[in-house]
């Protein structure tokens, strides 16, 4: 906005934009003064949220779970047991971290590693901050004997590595990590997928069943050696075979095929061959995209 001039100028002096936030300043520190003199005015205190770190004193009670971890590799089981500590606790503003971990076994040859880890991972989960990286880095360790599968054909590359398994499990159940959800359209897909490997799996087994009948028919017809009940005698082999070889694939596999081979993302027996493409019925994933 434009001023005219009309009378002589005879001085003049820079104003400083700074001047109205200086007096201000003042204004709002002779209020706290008079506050703290008269106790008349009180300022608004601010939330305390207490976050984690190396500081926080531990309770004399904490809350807990204790996993079981049973591996071909040790005679004796293991028992994790993972400690939390509940902070801001009956507030808006509650969390539950691990604080502590503990490992127990009746077999004391690998005491001296044991300790050393449950001890570097509780001052690490003291410490604070985001502790979901020691998951992956327990997962990564290979035992250079070989690992082992799971039940459910998971595969564990190592006794640590199922230790850190267990350690992301719990930190799954305490809301620290969470799993990518599968959209609809992928379970829709798995669950297409899966029932058409299981059509073709059975139409298969049903083929190979009547090629070999003509040879089992004296043992599957039991009733009568007759021509009149030679068929059913074949019925009765082409539907009671397929029962007596479930249960061994059951076991081997309880929630996969048992012909399935090994995800490379999620470490489990699920993937199967469809249409030629290599698809997991676990996590969803696919070379095919």
């Known amino acids: 906005m434009a001023i005219k001039i009309s009378k002589k100028i005879k001085g003049y002096a820079v104003a400083n934009a700074n001047d109205d936030k200086t007096k201000e300043a003042a204004a709002a520190s002779a209020i706290q003064s008079a506050a703290l003199d008269n106790d008349t005015l009180t300022l608004p205190k601010g939330a305390e949220v207490i976050q984690m770190h190396e500081k926080v004193e531990r309770p004399d009670v904490l809350i807990g779970s204790t996993y079981k971890i049973k591996s071909p590799l040790f ?4 028992y994790v047991t993972i400690n939390d500590i509940v902070l801001n606790q009956g507030t808006a503003h509650e969390l539950r971290r691990p604080f502590e971990i503990f490992i127990n076994s009746k077999n004391m040859d690998h005491f001296q590693w044991v300790v050393a880890i ?3 991972m509780s001052a690490v989960f003291r410490k604070g901050g985001d502790v979901t990286f020691l998951v992956e880095e327990l997962k990564a360790v290979f035992d250079p004997r070989g690992g082992y599968f799971k039940a459910g054909g998971v595969y564990m590359p190592s006794i640590v590595a199922e230790i850190g398994a267990v350690v992301e499990d719990h930190m799954k159940m305490i809301g620290l990590l969470h799993d990518p959800e599968l959209s609809d359209a992928q379970r829709e897909l798995m669950a297409k997928k899966r029932a058409e490997y299981d059509l073709r799996t059975d139409g298969k ?3 190979e069943l009547d090629r070999s009948s003509p040879a089992n028919a004296g043992e599957g017809n039991l009733s009568s050696p007759s021509p009149a009940n030679a068929g059913e005698g074949r019925g009765g082999v082409r539907y009671n075979a397929p029962s007596t070889e479930e249960p ?3 076991d081997s596999s309880p929630s996969f ?3 399935a081979t090994l995800c490379n993302k999620c470490h489990t ?4 061959i469809m ?3 290599a698809t997991c019925l676990s996590c969803g994933y696919s070379k095919c995209g």
């Open 275 to 277: 249409d030629g493409c």
């Open 269 to 272: 027996k699920a993937v199967i």
């Open 248 to 250: 061994s694939s059951s």
């Open 118 to 120: 449950t001890r570097i």
């Open 75 to 78: 005679e004796h089981a293991l």
């Open 257 to 259: 095929p048992p012909s």
């Open 205 to 207: 087994k049903k083929v």
